[in-house]
């Protein structure tokens, strides 16, 4: 296991696939490492469902800090294709919060679920003594609809072409540049760029868009390991080869320069809002035009293969060892004091 963030593929297949409960006929997919959601059938009607811890910065302000979970809750079933349909949340809260900031943390989980059509169902609330910021709780949210509308992780196959939304790095951009600014010696534009990204830190429409718009066959988000560890997690899922064209990935302003400031290689940080996809050959146009005219940025960076194995320029790429955006926080929330 990692010192800091998700378990890794050993640990995983040592440990926890050994041992899930009850074998049940009506799991049509179930737990599987790097795989974003589970589905089960309910009566003929996929049921899709995916889990994840709640965490909450001050530091953001409780508004920015609720949008980024919100979104980070819906955004593992919405790369199923189906939309999120209903929200369970779990808060574990510090006894210092009062009660005026979480007001304003439930008043944006309700607006956004209200945007997205999302029903909250059910939840726990308490303040509990030794529970902390960030992380204070947990979410599951499912999105309930036709089975043929589910995009599986496993369906890339050779003849897909390969696309990503808004490119690798958004989080150290939008999130750490946010969080630090006072800390980072940039120009005021950079940063003014950066800390732009922090509104594209969610691939909910992106996915949704994408879904809706042509044959998309794959999604998966590029979370911890970013999008190098992503590019090697949707290549398992599905049994194949994935071939990338570095030069045709974009970077969105303020990305590379808040990369090279924090020392981090944008590809191996964790870039929530950053969705890779594969489409067939024939639906390309359509799922870059209808993303297009959402104001999603997004390109075609490569292509599904026979084979295995995810390969950028022609090297084979290894999943990154552990998140540099990990150790980047740690120290400059020393630096700056952040509680």
């Not at 951009?173 to 800390?195: C, H, M, N, R, Y």
């Amino acid at each position: 296991m990692t010192d800091l963030g998700k378990v890794d593929r050993e640990f995983f297949d040592s440990h926890i696939y050994p041992n899930l409960g009850a074998d049940r006929g009506d799991v049509t997919l179930g737990p599987r490492h790097g795989v974003d959601f589970g589905v089960i059938d309910v009566g003929g009607q996929a049921v899709v469902l995916a889990a994840d811890p709640l965490s909450l910065t001050p530091a953001l302000g409780f508004e920015k800090a609720a949008w980024f979970a919100v979104h980070v809750a819906l955004s593992d079933a919405a790369v199923s294709g189906i939309p999120p349909s209903h929200l369970a949340v779990t808060f574990t809260l510090p006894p210092e919060m009062t009660d005026a900031e979480f007001r304003t943390v439930w008043e944006t989980f309700d607006r956004e679920a209200t945007d997205l059509g999302v029903s909250i169902v059910t939840g726990h609330t308490a303040r509990y003594g030794g529970c902390s910021y960030p992380w204070v709780g947990g979410a599951t949210a499912l999105a309930v609809g036709d089975p043929d509308d589910l995009v599986r992780p496993d369906g890339a196959t050779p003849g897909d072409r390969l696309l990503v939304t808004k490119g690798p790095g958004l989080e150290v951009a939008g999130f750490l540049v946010t969080l630090f600014e006072d800390a980072v010696d940039l120009p005021e534009q950079t940063i003014s760029d950066a800390k732009e990204r922090f509104w594209d830190l969610s691939p909910v429409r992106d996915a949704l868009t994408a879904a809706a718009a042509g044959p998309v066959t794959a999604m998966h988000d590029a979370t911890e390991g970013g999008l190098r560890g992503a590019l090697v997690e949707l290549a398992r899922a599905g049994g194949v080869r994935l071939d990338v064209d570095s030069s045709a990935v974009p970077f969105l302003p303020g990305v590379r320069e808040a990369c090279d400031f924090f020392e981090v290689d944008p590809w191996t940080a964790t870039s929530e809002g950053t969705l890779l996809l594969t489409v067939e050959a024939s639906g390309v146009e359509a799922v870059l035009s209808a993303l297009e005219a959402e104001g999603i940025p997004a390109a075609e960076i490569g292509e599904v293969r026979e084979g295995e194995g995810a390969y950028l320029d022609g090297e084979r790429v290894e999943p990154p060892e552990v998140d540099p955006s990990w150790e980047v926080f740690e120290e400059y929330a020393e630096k700056v004091g952040l509680e």
